[in-house]
């Protein structure tokens, strides 16, 4: 739209499981800063979605661009050196490493791929430092040297934010952060995710309704990998559409 300032763009997205139409005609735009949310009932299409926009999967049609740049047959590792990160439904992380060695590991690699590994020691204290920063920005300073393993499920998750914050990422994926995550603490995990610099946009994938109308400014309604609607939580609460496909499967 003329004006909006776009930063991750999809158009007519569309992919195939043999005869399943998992991604249909699909089309988003997430603004700078956004705090957008993925909802869809269980096989609806959100994480083949979001493997279609991190390269994990490709298309069988359809385009994705990223600031204005065609991104869409790029391999994933391209898409994160362009700026487009995620995180996944699952522990990825390493448990014997504590949050700042694992974290500081990530800006090496983003250094390291940018060709600057090699200005060496005045480097590594740099990334030390910036990865403290990254820890701070998610409540994780406290535990920076605590080995991971010993970390509640929680502050496990946000480690895995803090990793794709290494990237510097213009665009954060979020599969499902707060999966595994105790209730009463996904509320909390949330409220770190709507503080993250508001230069960065976010799309998160979530289950819980009442996360997902707290801390999105724009819900994305996925249903049978088509865009059912795209409007503001008090939209989407109201609009009789959402509310057979959730109370007519179970839903609350
Ligand atoms: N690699 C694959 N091969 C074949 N079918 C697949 C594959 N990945 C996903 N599917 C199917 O595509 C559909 C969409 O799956 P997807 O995981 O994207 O849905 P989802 O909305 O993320 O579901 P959930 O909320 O349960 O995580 C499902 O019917 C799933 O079984």
Redesign the pocket.
């Known amino acids: 739209m003329a004006g909006e300032d776009i930063v991750l763009r999809a158009t007519g997205l569309t992919k195939n ?2 005869k ?1 139409d ?1 991604t249909r005609d699909v089309a988003i735009a997430l603004p700078r800063g956004a705090r957008h949310a993925l909802i ?10 979001i493997n279609l926009l991190t390269g994990q999967l490709q298309p069988d049609a359809g385009r994705i661009e990223l600031e204005g740049g065609d991104i869409t047959a790029l391999a994933p590792a391209n898409r994160v050196r362009l700026g487009l990160s995620r995180t996944f ?1 699952i522990n990825t992380l390493f448990p014997d490493l504590t949050p700042i060695e694992a974290v500081t590991l990530a800006v090496l690699e983003r250094q390291r791929c940018a060709g600057q590994f090699w200005r060496r020691l005045a480097s590594h204290n740099e990334a030390i430092e910036e990865s403290f920063t990254i820890l701070g920005q998610l409540g994780l300073a406290d535990v920076a040297t605590r080995t991971t393993r010993t970390l509640p499920y929680g502050q496990q998750r946000l480690l895995e934010i803090a990793l794709a914050l290494a990237a510097r990422p213009r665009v954060l994926l979020l599969d ?1 952060p707060a999966a595994g995550v105790p209730k009463d603490e996904s509320a909390a995990l949330f409220s770190v995710i709507a503080a993250l610099p508001a230069d960065i946009s976010v799309l998160f ?1 979530e ?1 819980d309704m009442d996360i997902v109308f707290k801390f999105a400014s724009r819900i994305i309604v ?1 249903v049978g ?1 088509a865009v059912l609607l795209e409007a503001d939580p008090q939209t989407v609460r109201s609009d009789p559409r959402v509310r057979e496909v959730y109370l007519g499967r179970g839903h609350d």
């Open positions: 499981f043999g399943l998992v869809g009932p269980n096989g609806a299409g959100k994480t083949t979605l439904q499902e994938i289950h996925l990998g």
